[in-house]
């Protein structure tokens, strides 16, 4: 059901949308490395993965993380960052929340930029009303509690949510509007209720269904099985909204997109209630590795670190350590095995390039873990000359001295530069500057103990990190 | 194909582990709320989510994050602490990586710790003897390149690997330890050569093969289809590891136990290589929805805070501020219906309980998005008494205000208790000190707008937040 080799072979980014029979084919030829799957892709007509849209709430559902609180010029900012990144849609609170959220959905209407603008209302007419007065180029609405479907059905609350919805579709349509409708906790609702509301409204010609994982309590396949179901049901687009209580917001949206859904919202880091929905970084670096060209055909990568930063600021937040792309350690690598694979090909151990997002790798090699191939490639890109004989034993130092410390990358440049230093000198220079006696004794133990390995072990300090899968 | 009741009905956290058909059934009756959906659960025979043991890596997948740098005292105290969360093995970095190393795995097996204690070490009999000296009770071996995999098969390849992995089990067995054979890039690996290579290690009596996405490139589906694939090509278990390189290493991993891997690969905060693997705490949070019991029965939950802490000092980072159950605001509820809604049933937003961490839920109401039910509740907490027409009244002041400027918790309490003394007191005390003009002509201005909302906004503010799905 799932074409394993789908994203399986992707070794550089690229995928199967270069594959005649896949759907997102975009006939663009891209520079592949060998396919490793002994299968051709498989074509998935359900797939969206090479189509898909981003529905941007950072100025919606982001307004209801907990240390948000954006003023005009703030949201301005973000509206155009977001704009200038290339989402398709910029949705906004709603302008029935407050006086002032009403004022600045108006003031970024009148910014004229390329996303469109959606606000966000409950299905009711006061709302429909009072949105459509400002400038927005369509309604997201939602059915205000999840009560209704989630009880058994009874005619009266089915009857009154879909006849309430009808006159708001037909409404917001008459002003020539997009109109979005959507459940609330869709994935605990009353399954039969849910389908029967969205053929409903589909019959009158909304726009988009949205289906919502309010709870986070979504799992991928029951995604998959849920947005695929729907894809039977409506002909209209289908947007989904995952929250990431339970570290699957990212891949519910990939599945929903497997599934033939054709929209995605999003918030920049994510947040919004509680901890927050799908990540558009990390949305960003799934379907990098699903469909490379049309992302980057579509979306300003190299902008997402400032897009993150703007966001990180204004809400008083620290990009977190594992972020997705822009994490300080994302293009990191430490092991020696590893740092030895990236410096002779990339795609080792990166599906997604740090140059694509104007960020850039690096092999860390100051640890107990280092390999020799490390060490030697960073000789080189000091500028020094070593032979190899030279290099492990300066490896063997550094081994040793990331026993008895810490290493920054400056500390460990240092003692290659001082090591390579003492070959030519007559006096030997400490490696590393104010040592103390009791460092120097531990480091003189360390390397007595790493230089007494067996031959195989120093001939190739790697090997043994050839276990770090 | 995904049943979804499976994950669906859990409004209280409990799940189809109840149910007979299902086969994590544990005939522990749970207090459960109505079930949502109108399917029976079905029983999933590959499913092992209620079955799953932890192997936690932080002591050697994290010991390659870039901050890592683990004293042989912080080791301890990091695998004291996780065997006291409970989980079932600790896994280690290779003796072979480092004199140091080798020591501290002889160290920690002799702590006599519940956990299971393994290394991690390439399939080389030299590496084998080496780690079976430390007293561990198992070792995770591992081809030490994906390159033979991935290239299409050479016999000889084929033979080596086959012939050195028999060679390094058959050793291992001898001396009455667990072995593991697992194969690294799987999912960029050729499929026939993989499954070859396990069925092989399988038939001379391996414990668990391992499957990695080393590069975080899997996708949900793919994870079932492949794990679901092995699972009728061995007998043995089946261990998976994945990174977060593309955010699906949570969703990844509870892909794999569907689709029957019985083990999962862990690190608290998910430290490892580049942004990490799958995080100790989400799995925890996405298998509390799945089988709350089986979760509560064997892991200590309410010490995954000081755990994450501990690791987070260790490594000097921060808690990301989205980090599922732990993150600053992974219980706080801002819109103005999540909050009327969670005070009157906590389910409805929240599919996992903060008590079950021993955290505390936290309904924000400083904002503009606040409704008057959360003023109410707040209003009760503060052991104040209004009618609701004050309360109605009371929240169109902290709306105001929350128009002027951020609200704390603090400002928002002193504007309550202000506005309850004025209502008995002659004369009329400014809601916050120290306004300038400037504020109290804005505030003055937002007041009189707010009041001006139609009756129906005023009578139930928080209906505008209805949308806020």
Redesign the interface.
């Given at each position: 059901?799932?074409?394993?080799p789908?994203?399986?072979?992707?070794?550089n980014g690229s995928n199967s949308s270069n594959d005649p029979s896949h759907p997102g084919f975009t006939g663009i030829a891209t520079q592949r490395t060998?396919r490793?799957?002994?299968?051709q892709p498989v074509g998935d007509f359900l797939s969206n993965v090479s189509r898909f849209k981003i529905i941007e709430s950072t100025l919606?559902?982001g307004?209801?993380?907990?240390?948000a609180?954006f003023d005009t010029e703030t949201k301005i900012q973000i509206a155009k960052a977001l704009d200038d990144f290339g989402v398709d849609y910029i949705e906004l609170?709603?302008p029935?929340?407050?006086?002032?959220?009403r004022k600045d959905c108006e003031t970024i209407c009148k910014l004229g930029l390329k996303a469109k603008i959606l606000t966000?209302?409950?299905c009711?007419m006061?709302?429909a009303r009072m949105a459509v007065e400002t400038g927005v180029d369509g309604l997201d609405?939602?059915i205000?509690?999840?009560s209704y479907l989630?009880?058994h059905s009874h005619g009266k609350d089915m009857t009154y949510i879909i006849n309430t919805a009808i006159e708001v579709i037909e409404f917001v349509k008459s002003k020539g509007l997009e109109i979005r409708f959507?459940s609330?906790?869709s994935?605990?609702?009353?399954?039969?209720d849910l389908l029967s509301v969205y053929s409903a409204v589909d019959k009158v010609g909304v726009t988009r269904v949205?289906i919502?994982d309010?709870?986070?309590?979504?799992?991928?396949?029951?995604v998959?099985?849920?947005v695929r179901t729907l894809r039977g049901v409506v002909n209209c687009d289908i947007e989904t909204?995952f929250h990431?209580?339970?570290?699957?917001?990212?891949?519910?949206a990939?599945?929903a997109l497997?599934a033939g859904a054709t929209h995605v919202d999003t918030s920049v880091?994510?947040?919004g209630?509680?901890?927050?929905i799908t990540?558009l970084g990390?949305?960003m670096?799934?379907m990098?590795?699903?469909d490379r060209d049309y992302v980057m055909s579509k979306y300003k990568l190299h902008k997402l670190k400032d897009l993150e930063n703007l966001v990180a600021d204004a809400v008083q937040?620290?990009i977190?350590?594992?972020?997705?792309i822009t994490?300080?350690?994302?293009?990191?690598?430490?092991?020696g095995?590893?740092a030895k694979?990236i410096l002779n090909n990339p795609t080792?151990?990166?599906?997604?390039k740090p140059e694509d997002y104007g960020l850039s790798r690096?092999v860390?090699f100051a640890?107990?873990?280092t390999g020799w191939n490390a060490i030697k490639s960073r000789v080189e890109q000091l500028g020094l000359t070593m032979t190899d004989a030279q290099v492990k034993l300066c490896t063997q130092k550094v081994?040793a001295m990331?026993?008895v410390r810490?290493l920054a990358i400056d500390d460990a440049d240092s003692v290659i530069r001082t090591f390579h230093l003492n070959l030519t000198s007559n006096e030997e220079k400490p490696l590393l500057p104010n040592m103390t006696s009791e460092e120097k004794a531990k480091f003189e133990k360390?390397e007595k103990?790493?230089a007494a390995?067996?031959e195989?072990?120093s001939l190739d300090q790697t090997?043994?990190?050839?276990?770090?899968?």
């Open positions: 059901m799932c074409p394993t789908d994203a399986a072979p992707a070794t060998q490793s799957s002994p299968y919606r559902e307004e209801q993380f907990a240390n609180f609170t709603s029935a929340a407050s006086e002032q959220s966000h209302v409950r009711h006061d709302d609405v939602v205000g509690t999840s989630r009880e959507s609330e906790d994935f605990r609702s009353n399954l039969v949205g919502a309010t709870v986070g309590c979504a799992s991928p396949r029951q998959y099985d849920l909204h990431d209580d339970t570290s699957c917001a990212v891949a519910n990939y599945c497997e880091l994510g947040i209630e509680r901890n927050g990540t990390g949305l670096a799934r990098m590795v699903a937040i620290n977190p350590f594992n972020n997705p994490g300080f350690c994302a293009f990191t690598h430490k092991a095995i590893h694979a080792t151990y990166e599906i997604l690096y860390h640890s107990r873990l081994k990331a026993d810490p360390a103990e790493i390995e067996p195989q072990k090997v043994a990190q050839e276990t770090q899968a």
